[in-house]
């Protein structure tokens, strides 16, 4: 049997599993996301209708909103809404609320990914230089960083480089979006300082967790024979004790990426942005039921898929781990 198809037949199972226990979460988050609509306080149909509308109107939005059905047929619907795809229209938008996500999710998802690759070059990094010198100026130094670096919200953050970096100094924007088919270099200038004020906070994250891993592995058996048979520090670390160490932060990475998802919400508000976050907050402020529903099932159905990435990924570092 070949190594591929070994991997495969190793693989699918375990994708089949986290599949299976995806359900029921999904099934909790969708009645979640409906509950909304008993949950938030006010009457939808009062809020489209407007201020000043008469109770004939509001009634009349009501039937048009289909709200005055009964609770399970109301349920029905939306469940045979998202089994089609469709989220519903934004009361505040008058748009369906699907193509709103999806002309914006390209904007979050190039703010996240800056972000995320923010955090991994500076967080690895770091955790390694830390873990290889324990207990020196150089995990010190990489400590009270990243302490700093978790102790401090990310909006202050953005606001910090925004004012410094976009107005004193001028050197990026410091608020606005424009997209990748305009140039690599204009999309990306309008990423780094949101991306910065995202990324750090997480690359603190992963700094901790890789430095305390490492730390630990160094010390391990193996290790010593290695440097007792006169292999490098340098070769040890790169190719055999970093892969043993990065359990904790591929965990870590998991995590971060649905605090990223939520972060967006208010570092796209400091520098201006349209993307998810954006409209999760206009959607919030209006009492946009339909929106914030959809913003929920989306948010969800992401994260799900990044902790379904996780658990691939322990099978790929931890292989005898995941068979048990």
């Known amino acids: 049997m070949s190594r591929g198809t ?51 109107q509001v009634e009349a939005v009501r039937v048009d909103l289909g709200l005055d059905r009964p609770v399970w047929e109301q349920f029905g619907s939306f469940l045979l809404g998202l089994a089609q795809g469709d989220l519903g229209t934004s009361y505040t938008f008058k748009t369906p609320v699907l193509d709103m996500i999806l002309a914006r999710m390209p904007v ?25 010198r324990a207990g020196r100026w150089e995990d010190r130094a990489v400590t009270v960083g990243s302490t700093i670096g978790l102790a401090t919200p990310n909006y202050v953050l953005g606001l910090l480089l925004a004012m410094f970096f976009g107005v004193q100094l001028g050197w990026l924007p410091a608020a606005g979006y424009t997209p990748l088919a305009e140039g690599w270099w204009a999309w990306l ?67 971060q990426v649905g605090y990223l998802l939520g972060g967006t919400a208010v570092i796209e508000t400091v520098f201006g942005i349209q993307g998810l976050g954006d409209f999760a907050v206009r959607a919030v402020l209006a009492g946009d039921l339909p929106a914030i529903q959809g913003m929920v099932v989306v948010t969800v159905g992401v994260t799900v898929l990044a902790s379904l990435a996780v658990d691939l990924t322990y099978g790929y570092l931890n292989p005898r781990g995941e068979m048990q």
């Open 6 to 56: 070994a991997t495969l037949r190793r693989v699918l199972p375990m994708v089949g599993r986290r599949l299976a226990l995806v359900v029921p979460l999904l099934a909790i988050v969708t009645l979640v996301a409906f509950s909304l609509v008993f949950l938030i306080p006010g009457d939808p149909a009062e809020k489209v209708a407007g201020e000043g509308a008469t109770v004939a």
């Open 108 to 132: 979050t998802v190039s703010l996240t990914v800056v972000a995320l690759a923010i955090a991994l070059l500076i967080g690895i990094p770091a955790g390694v230089l830390a873990g290889r």
């Open 189 to 255: 200038s309008h990423l780094l300082l949101p991306g910065l004020a995202l990324g750090l906070v997480a690359a603190a994250e992963i700094a901790r967790q890789l430095r305390a891993s490492l730390a630990s592995v160094l010390q391990q058996d193996y290790v010593r024979t290695a440097l007792a048979k006169g292999m490098s520090s340098r070769t040890i670390v790169w190719k055999h004790a970093l892969k043993n160490a990065l359990m904790p932060v591929v965990t870590v990475f998991g995590i």
